[in-house]
């Protein structure tokens, strides 16, 4: 999280200084003490969670996988002039234990083009589909599949 | 000669967002229903915007503007789904016929696979 | 030779962009609900983000990106705000409407 705080400090600037950098060295300890006080941050959080980027990585490159493909179906879709799309409205439920799977699960429905959350109660996820093709892969799909082994493997 | 491959690699970038933009603005017209146009929205908002911002990185004056660039594309596929989930949300409770748009599936998906599996 | 390359390429993508921003105006304006309205107003938000940044290559400024930050951040609070407001009134409506109903079925009692 340090670090993190400390590539937006230099990002935002535009500039490279040793001025920056020490002052950048400054805030980053200031914003991350702050975050450990009062957000939940800790150390020892942080270390569970840096073994843990290149899952997150894995899952980001299979996003942008998932979001070509459904951008790919819906822009033909909309192209075929004759085709009249059936919506379709459906519930599930995901399996997912931690609330921050099921936010992340959400979120990525939702930018995947074609389908969108629309309710997120416990576990029961209430999605709008465009049509009936694009509801199958919703509740046994690679993303839930994905982050069950995250939850799963921790 | 870097400074063309440069250039054409932003061309190609931009110009496909740009058409992807064009097939965004045509399904924002051409679905009857105001959550198959979110749909319609997504399309623009995810890979049209990506797409475009990532060909103008590639071109940027420096390296710390094409930083920022990707930090905007980030920032943007974060905020994104938040407003088009609430705005659905909205429209799903705000409107009293919503038979006459969609097909509602009171169960769950794995309940009607299960039905289909003992139908079988 | 390059220089010129790039105005053209930067130009007529913004004259692109000003005429689908011009479509969803025509939307915004047409939608028959106020999602349609809302939805409208984010595309073209979308819109000028992208115009922001072709600016930052365009003109060689590269504190235009931070603009284009604090545009995105806008238009994201802006949905945000719409959507709840609209969410909250038409909940009062119901409300309301509930209570008036209440209240017309209490008086027809008392007639009879």
């Known amino acids: 999280m340090f670090f993190v705080y400390f590539a937006l400090w230099v990002v935002l600037n535009g500039k490279w200084t040793t001025e920056i950098a020490a002052f950048g060295l400054a805030f980053a300890a200031i914003a991350y003490f702050f975050s450990c006080r009062f957000m939940g941050f800790s150390l020892k959080t942080d270390a569970r969670l840096m073994i843990r980027a290149w899952q997150a990585v894995r899952y980001g490159v299979m996003l942008l996988k998932e979001i070509l493909n459904a951008n790919l179906a819906v822009m033909r ?36 083009p074609g389908t969108i959350t629309c309710l997120l109660e416990g576990d029961e996820f209430l999605v709008h589909a465009l049509d009936e093709s694009l509801v199958e892969g919703l509740d046994d799909g690679v993303m839930i599949t994905r982050l069950k082994e995250m939850e799963a493997g921790k | ?35 198959n146009r979110m749909h319609a929205a997504a399309m ?17 004056p420096d390296f710390f503007v ?25 429209e ?29 | 030779m390059i220089d010129k390359a790039y105005e053209l390429l930067m130009a007529a993508s913004l004259g692109v962009m000003v005429i689908y921003a011009m479509l969803c105006l025509v939307r915004c304006i047409r939608g028959p609900r106020i999602s349609d309205r809302v939805l409208a ?28 930050l604090v545009y995105a951040a806008i238009s994201f609070l802006a949905v945000i705000l719409l959507s709840k407001v609209y ?23 008392e007639e009879k």
């Open chain 1, 77 to 112: 879709m909309v192209l075929d002039l004759d085709f009249e799309p059936k919506p379709q409205l459906v519930k599930f439920n995901s399996g997912l234990k931690k609330e921050r799977h099921r936010v992340v699960l959400a979120n990525s429905i939702t930018l995947t």
């Open chain 2, 1 to 35: 000669m870097i400074e063309w491959i440069r250039f054409i690699l932003t061309a190609l970038l931009m110009i496909a967002g740009l058409v992807i933009f064009g097939i965004s603005t045509l399904g924002v017209f051409r679905f009857k229903y105001a959550v």
């Open chain 2, 44 to 60: 623009g908002d995810t890979l049209g915007v990506g797409l475009c911002l990532v060909g103008l990185a590639v071109s940027a």
């Open chain 2, 66 to 90: 094409a930083a920022k660039i990707l930090m905007v594309v980030i920032f943007f596929w974060l905020s994104a789904p938040v407003s088009s989930h609430l705005l659905c949300r909205l």
């Open chain 2, 92 to 120: 799903i409770e705000t409107n009293e016929r919503l038979h006459k748009y969609m097909t509602v599936h009171e169960k769950t998906l794995a309940q009607e696979r299960e039905e289909k599996e003992e139908e079988a």
């Open chain 3, 41 to 68: 107003v984010n595309m073209i938000g979308t819109l000028t983000i992208a115009m922001v940044v072709v600016f930052v290559v365009l003109l060689g400024e590269g504190s235009l990106v931070d603009i284009a």
């Open chain 3, 87 to 109: 969410l909250g009134i038409y909940k009062e409506r119901k409300h309301e409407e509930a209570l008036l109903a209440a209240k017309a079925q209490a008086e027809g009692g």
